[in-house]
């Protein structure tokens, strides 16, 4: 199956190629973005070529898929989202999402997400139609869980220790959107 792109009003998200190399690089050394993520800031270009083709192979092996989030105007390379891992089986999945730090609070990550869901909900992905997409957010992560719950995700809980990576232990909130959830909000709210 061809990667599928998808277009919003001021976005294009796209499949992430070597030429973003140094975008990524820029985006997952920036300790800002990977304050609640599960990796620690890279130090060195190659790494970020090394982390699109991780994000790649799951959309080739068919176990998530993992989108650049691009500016309409410009081009510019200003974030990822995507689903960490889904379950055919199960038909559910695991979203995640980051962008730069300058364009927070500008709407653009609820247009990609939005626009994943829509995706994801009307089955169009290779995963099939999804009826659950779950996402964890570490407590403290506020704009993320604000950003989940405006999106008509639902707390549905606190796994203590659940996560382990740069050496410690955290917390994760989980949150979670049912298709049926999603197919009776208003149409405004999901585009």
């Known amino acids: 199956m061809e990667f599928p792109e998808i277009t919003t009003s001021r976005l294009k998200l796209v499949r992430l190629t070597s030429?973003?190399?140094?975008?990524?690089?820029?985006?997952?050394s920036d300790e800002k973005v990977i304050k609640y993520y599960d990796l620690g800031a890279l130090t060195q270009v190659p790494q970020a070529l090394s982390?699109?083709?991780?994000?790649?192979?799951?959309?080739?092996?068919?176990?998530?898929i993992r989108w650049g989030i691009r500016l309409k105007e410009s081009n510019r390379l200003i974030g990822t989202c995507g689903f960490n891992s889904w379950s055919l089986k199960m038909k559910s999945a695991e979203i995640g999402y980051d962008l730069i730090p300058s364009?927070?609070?500008?709407?653009?990550?609820?247009e990609a997400v939005s626009a994943v869901l829509n995706m994801a909900f009307s089955g169009k992905l290779s995963c099939g139609m999804l009826n659950r997409i779950q996402a964890d957010t570490i407590p403290g992560n506020d704009a993320s869980e604000s950003l989940l719950l405006k999106l008509g995700f639902v707390e549905e809980g606190l796994?203590?220790?659940?996560?382990?990576?740069?050496?410690?232990f955290h917390d994760l909130k989980c949150f979670g959107l049912l298709e049926s959830e999603y197919a009776k909000r208003p149409l405004a709210e999901t585009c």
């Open 19 to 28: 030429d973003d190399v140094r975008d990524v690089f820029t985006l997952f």
């Open 51 to 64: 982390l699109i083709n991780f994000f790649n192979s799951r959309y080739d092996s068919n176990t998530g």
């Open 159 to 168: 796994r203590r220790e659940s996560g382990y990576w740069k050496n410690t």
């Open 103 to 110: 364009l927070w609070g500008y709407g653009y990550a609820n």
